[in-house]
């Protein structure tokens, strides 16, 4: 029925959140926003990903 698809990609993910780091600096902290069940792509799959590499994470809600 439908046409279209969304693949996620765990590389660019990182690639941008280490994008971030540099552009804000080492003392800086960063907190990635995880929303609503990051758009229907996996909450948990995608925290995952970029929790070994930051201290916080912001969700909406947990589920």
Known sequence: MYNS????SQSAILHNLSQFKKLVGKSVGIMPIIK?????????QTAKIVSPKVKWLGVVSFG
Not at 5 to 8: A, D, L, P
Not at 36 to 44: E, F, L, Q, V
């Open 36 to 44: 609503s069940n990051a758009y229907g792509h996996g909450m948990i």
């Open 5 to 8: 698809w969304v693949e996620i």
